[in-house]
């Protein structure tokens, strides 16, 4: 898990080493003599450069999305939350309680510890045990009017809902790009820098500035693709705020 400080230096090392890797490119191959191969380089460095905007651009996409869905699920797993709560002023006074104090109590656990735990890479419990007392109460109400019967109808269904919304969310908390899609985008990156530094320019400081530019880009949006990717880690994560909503919502009532 990475923080802001750590991915401003995971830049900095990027474009450094960029840079260096052209000035050790002009020592021991001076761009006067790189003049001669530009036509080829250049070709070169068009297939490569498309080819990996291309793969980029997908990644990006994909891991934004699944940013989104992160959210939404959130978003959804505490409307659930809020619906069960107020569907307990049909049931039956003793479950009625019981429901209402257990909604409050996972949406404190959900806050003050479990947020928490995401962010630290640690898998969630806390709400796996009171969503299991929530089942034995409902389980064992025995609805009299239709009313109740009713009542009680819904709340499973929102209780049904807020589990597999809860599974989705720990999912989301520990699913990452495999293994494989990083190796090919840190080494279509490094192909794609190396090839820029070897084509001979004529202007030494534009070629720098050329190269520092196209570094800096490339390693800010894989540092961005490794951020979004964790949507409940690092600098940019899902925020907490639906769950905040909803431990308002029930303690006003």
């Known amino acids: 898990m990475l923080n802001t400080s750590q991915d401003v230096v995971i830049v900095i090392v990027c474009v450094v080493c960029s840079l260096a890797f052209m000035a050790a490119m002009n020592y021991y191959w001076p761009s006067e003599k790189r003049r001669a191969h530009n036509d080829l380089i250049g070709w070169q460095l068009s297939v490569l450069g498309t080819t990996y905007a291309v793969i980029v651009g997908f990644m990006l996409y994909t891991v934004w999305t699944d940013f989104g869905a992160a959210e939404l699920n959130a978003e959804a797993e505490a409307n659930s939350l809020v619906n069960l709560f107020r569907l307990t002023d049909g049931l039956p006074a003793e479950q009625g309680a019981q429901i209402k104090e257990l909604t409050r109590a996972y949406g404190d656990a959900v806050v003050s510890q479990e947020w ?7 898998m969630p419990t806390n709400t796996n045990e009171i969503g299991r007392q929530m089942w034995v109460t409902l389980m064992n109400v025995k609805g009299a ?12 269904y929102e209780l049904s809902a807020l ?19 990083w190796f090919v985008l840190l080494v279509g990156g490094g192909v794609t820098v190396a090839s820029t530094c070897m084509f001979g320019a004529s202007n030494g400081v534009l070629h720098v500035l050329q190269v520092g530019a196209f570094s800096l880009l490339i390693s800010l949006v894989l540092v961005a693709i490794a951020d979004i990717n964790r949507p409940y880690q690092g600098s940019v994560h899902v925020s907490d705020y639906a769950f905040r909503r909803a431990q308002m919502d029930m303690k006003a009532q």
């Open 163 to 181: 589990a597999g919304y809860r599974r989705i969310r720990l999912v989301e908390s520990a699913a990452r790009l495999p293994g494989v899609l």
């Open 116 to 122: 928490g735990e995401m962010a630290n890479a640690v």
């Open 145 to 156: 009017s239709p009313t109740e019967i009713t009542a009680e109808d819904h709340a499973l």
